[in-house]
């Protein structure tokens, strides 16, 4: 079964950018056809869509977030990543990475990462 | 963006009873609407697939109805394990949404 892994960065400056990783376990990217989203909770809140990357690379993001975000995929280390630039105290929150595929919405997640944003 | 509104907010049910839960999308998105449950710490599980379709593993007396606009969440014999925020997600358009999320408290 496949389980994904969020990295852990902890404390982010302002203005600085995020950068986390999924990592993949339980079978390899480069073998599926699934999609890898990023999706956000701060603290007592809701879920936010981040946006999401195809395992061929295709991306999409949320028009909200667009200019910030940058999601990338490494096959060679079973990974996908997020980065989120020019960050503030808004960004605060757990960052999960989530599996979707063709026959399933998104299915699995990961853990999820807090990240803070503070000076 | 499909906005999703859901609700009530919050509930307070004993156990055994029975628990509903509605998501409303701001125009149509067929059957492309999904539940999840997330307890505190944990990342959400999905329990409804495509309005009706159960997830593998999720208990029986959860159940899904609904298209178009209308969705609607069921839980049959509340049990204590069932305490949790339940959020509703389309997946019919890009950016993907989710409603604001319901929390059911076990007296």
């Known amino acids: 079964q496949v389980q994904l892994q969020e990295s852990v960065p902890g404390l982010v400056k302002p203005s600085q950018t995020l950068s986390l990783t999924c990592t993949v376990s339980?079978?390899?990217?480069?073998?599926?056809?699934?999609?890898c989203n990023w999706i956000r909770q701060p603290a007592g809140k809701g879920l936010e869509w981040i946006g999401r990357i195809y395992t061929s690379g295709s991306t999409s993001y949320n028009p909200s977030l667009r200019s910030r975000v940058t999601i990338s995929v490494d096959t060679s280390k079973n990974q996908f990543s997020l980065k989120l630039s020019s960050v503030t105290a808004a960004d605060t929150a757990v960052y999960y990475c989530?599996?979707?595929?063709?026959?399933?919405?998104?299915?699995?997640w990961g853990q999820g990462t807090l990240v803070t944003v503070s000076s | 963006e499909i906005v999703l509104t859901q609700s009530p907010d919050f509930q307070s049910v004993t156990p055994k009873e029975k628990v509903t839960i509605t998501c409303r999308a701001s125009?149509?998105?067929?059957?492309?609407l999904h539940w999840y449950q997330q307890k505190p710490d944990q990342s959400p599980k999905l329990f409804i697939k495509y309005a009706s379709q159960s997830f593998s593993g999720v208990p029986s007396r959860f159940s899904g109805s609904g298209s178009g606009t209308d969705f609607t969440l069921t839980i049959n014999s509340l049990e204590a394990e069932d305490a949790a925020t339940y959020y509703c997600h389309q997946s019919r358009s890009l950016p993907y949404t989710f409603g604001q999320g319901t929390k059911l408290e076990i007296k």
């Open positions: 339980g079978g390899s990217i480069s073998s599926g056809n699934y999609f």
């Open positions: 989530a599996r979707e595929t063709n026959e399933n919405p998104i299915d699995y």
């Open positions: 125009q149509s998105i067929g059957s492309s």
